[in-house]
């Protein structure tokens, strides 16, 4: 079964709402989770790393105040999409390992976001 | 700029038939995942490949790791349809943080 589970899997709103994405670990503690971007027919994005109790840490080009990341437990983590505009319409994907290193992340069902 | 190329980024294949996907990348590393992706579906794990010359086989598929090459390989042996998917190498950089390939989408025909 799986493992991360990512709410919801599908919105769509108006440009200016601003839309929460939760990804949670259901069987196992995560102190990093980390926040993908895909838009059609592309290679996944690395946004930001996720980190229990502390900032984000955001790629080159992910505007922070945009992307709000909160990670407020060790099985969640939360991307809220600020104010949002057709051009963030994407597939919103998360991820967490169970075991740093050494076993494959789990990936969430992602989020399909799209934006009138 | 760390690069994590595919290639070919497209394939349509017949079914009986053999083939490879390379994955190179720019950058020191010697973790390496495989993921494959279905139309409008998120990511499932095909193989981790922690060390060079590792070569890990399910089914049909054979994945292995050069790290002094900075390659991988994904084989495809006698596809089948059920094959058809996206299919993304993605390259440890610092402890589980990925970066993706850029993807190669087969298509496999009868």
């Known amino acids: 079964g799986a493992v991360v589970s990512q709410h919801p899997s599908r919105v769509i709103c108006k440009s200016g709402t601003s839309v929460k994405i939760e990804c949670r670990s259901l069987d196992f503690q995560a102190t990093t989770m980390f926040w993908y971007r895909q838009f059609p027919k592309q290679s996944l994005m690395l946004m930001a790393t996720s980190n229990e109790g502390s900032k984000a840490t955001y790629e080159q080009g992910v505007e922070k105040d945009k992307f709000l990341i909160n990670h407020a437990s060790l099985t969640l983590s939360t991307l809220t999409v600020t104010s949002a505009h057709p051009e963030d319409s994407s597939f919103y994907i998360c991820s967490a390992s169970r075991s740093h290193g050494n076993q494959p992340q789990h990936f969430g069902d992602g989020t399909r976001l799209s934006i009138l | 700029e760390l690069k994590v190329e595919q290639n070919p980024l497209f394939l349509s294949m017949q079914e009986g038939k053999n083939y490879t996907i390379y994955c190179n990348y720019s950058?020191?590393?010697?973790?390496l995942y495989w993921y494959r992706q279905d139309p409008g579906k998120s990511l499932e794990s095909l193989f981790v490949l922690l060390s060079n010359g590792a070569v890990k086989q399910e089914g049909r598929l054979m994945a292995s790791l050069d790290t002094k090459a900075r390659l991988s390989t994904l084989h495809i042996t006698a596809a089948v349809h059920d094959l058809s998917a996206t299919y993304f190498c993605a390259v440890d950089v610092d402890t589980d943080k990925l970066i993706f390939g850029t993807g190669t989408r087969l298509q496999v025909f009868p």
């Open positions: 950058t020191t590393s010697d973790r």
